[in-house]
């Protein structure tokens, strides 16, 4: 039996973040990894926002910066185009395994092909007091003060306690990181209608020069097919605009699932917190979780390892993540539930009205983040009913 303050499962951008942070605060801080390394699966495309990523400490090597951004529907075409990059496209492996050179800086320990398969509680009152895993060690019990699910779309701790359901809506995306010859590599393109996604979007997302991640995302339960079988076709019959990039050669395969339904509620109990994935976080319009794992893993990880581990000392954390979010999560809702509607033939005029926005109108639209000022001072600027409609749905005051 080896004891510590605090038990973290999951190596993604949560777990990472959120073991760095309690070891910073002086925690005696384990973290577990079924994977057999760091980023050793990658689930992700990695797209997110420059200036959040580097206020995370993620700076310009570990990421491709884009500064265009196009949309491709059945027969039309819209690129936004930016002066300087404002999102980028991550280094996904690197920047994962960075993030684990932090937390075993500040003194966390991490064990990789390391499974969590239960929740050891007191016989006396149930509370959690440790976790059973099957590590390169044998089977160990780790004793622990707070668990720290951070297991992603599983929830596996929390569903090891039958305190989640399953998730109703999520999204399954499949993607291949290819070579590809002629890359416009600072533009990022996203395709929508049936011939790409009947219900998701299928997108280029370009990681260097020559290299770049095309990938299909289908939602549920909107759609039952797999995401796989409809890249393969796009890729086979080389559907527009990938019949201009000439020899395409994949090199990964990268498979995952996200929620996109909004955060589970509540997302901490006694000696519990959940983060990342595990409880919903991300921006359920375009699935962008990557920032929010990192920055509220280290939210939950500090919190953590304050003195008192009850549901209500744990409370600041949800407090704060709502505070900040939960505006974010229901204009991207309302999105969402307007996009997952929509026929080819309102696709072709939905670009159009995208395509109305300035660079940093359409950030703000696709972040889900614009206020009542910015829609007044749209509407002067842009009259078009269609556009202002839009917007409304993301307009927060
Ligand atoms: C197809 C797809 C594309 C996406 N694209 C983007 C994007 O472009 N930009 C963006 O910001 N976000 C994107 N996301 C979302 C983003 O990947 C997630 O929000 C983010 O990875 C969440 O991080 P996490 O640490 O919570 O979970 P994860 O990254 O899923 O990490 C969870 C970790 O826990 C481990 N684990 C699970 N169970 C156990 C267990 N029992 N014991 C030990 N370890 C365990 C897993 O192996 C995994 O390493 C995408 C998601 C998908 C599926």
Redesign the pocket.
């Known amino acids: 039996m080896v004891t510590y303050d605090i038990a973290v499962?999951?190596?993604?951008?949560?777990?990472?973040s959120a073991a760095y942070a309690a070891a910073k605060a002086g925690g005696k801080v384990i973290l577990?990894?079924?994977?057999e390394s760091?980023?050793h699966?990658i689930?992700?495309?990695?797209?997110?926002w420059i200036d959040e990523i580097e206020k995370l400490g993620i700076s310009s090597e570990y990421y491709n910066p884009i500064k265009n951004y196009s949309f491709i529907s059945s027969s039309n075409e819209v690129t936004i185009r930016g002066i300087t990059p404002k999102a980028c496209?991550?280094n996904v492996r690197s920047t994962y395994q960075h993030l684990a050179m932090l937390a075993a800086e500040a003194g966390a320990e991490i064990m990789v092909r390391?499974?969590?398969?239960n929740v050891v509680t007191t016989p006396e009152d149930g509370r959690i007091c440790g976790l059973k895993?099957k590590t390169p060690k044998g089977e160990t019990v780790i004793d622990c003060r707070v668990v720290i699910d951070?297991?992603?779309?599983?929830s596996?701790?929390a569903r090891c306690l039958g305190i989640v359901k399953e998730w109703r809506r999520y999204?399954?995306?499949?993607?291949y990181e290819c070579y590809c010859e002629n890359l416009d590599h600072e533009t990022w393109v996203l395709m929508v209608g049936t011939r790409y996604s009947e219900a998701g979007y299928a997108w280029i997302?370009p990681v260097s020069k020559n290299k770049a991640r095309i990938?299909v995302?289908v939602g549920r339960p909107e759609s039952y097919s797999d995401p796989l079988q409809k890249l393969n076709d796009i890729m086979d019959k080389k559907l527009r605009p990938l019949d201009g990039i000439g020899k395409i050669q994949p090199m990964e395969l990268?498979?995952?699932?996200?929620p996109n339904e909004g955060p589970r509620t509540p997302i901490v109990y006694d000696r519990l917190i959940l983060?990342?994935?595990?409880?919903g976080?991300?921006n359920p319009l375009?699935?962008?979780?990557?920032?929010?794992?990192i920055e509220y893993?280290r939210l939950a990880g500090n919190t953590a390892m304050k003195q008192n581990c009850s549901k209500e000392g744990l409370a600041e954390y949800e407090k704060n993540w709502k505070d900040k979010n939960q505006a974010m999560i229901t204009s991207a809702l309302r999105v969402q539930k307007r996009w997952i509607g929509l026929s080819d033939e309102e696709w072709n005029r939905e670009i159009d009205i995208l395509g109305e926005m300035s660079v940093d109108e359409f950030i703000d639209f696709i972040k889900a983040e614009f206020t009542i000022g910015k829609l007044l001072k749209f509407a002067l600027n842009h009259p078009k009913l269609a556009t202002r409609q839009l917007l409304g749905l993301v307009t927060r005051s």
């Open positions: 499962v999951g190596g993604g951008p949560a777990g990472l577990l990894e079924k994977d760091i980023a699966s689930r992700t495309s990695g797209v997110t496209v991550l390391s499974r969590v398969t895993a951070a297991s992603g779309f599983s596996s701790i999204g399954i995306g499949a993607e997302f990938g995302g990268h498979y995952g699932f996200i983060v990342g994935d595990s409880a976080q991300s375009v699935l962008e979780g990557i920032r929010y794992a893993g």
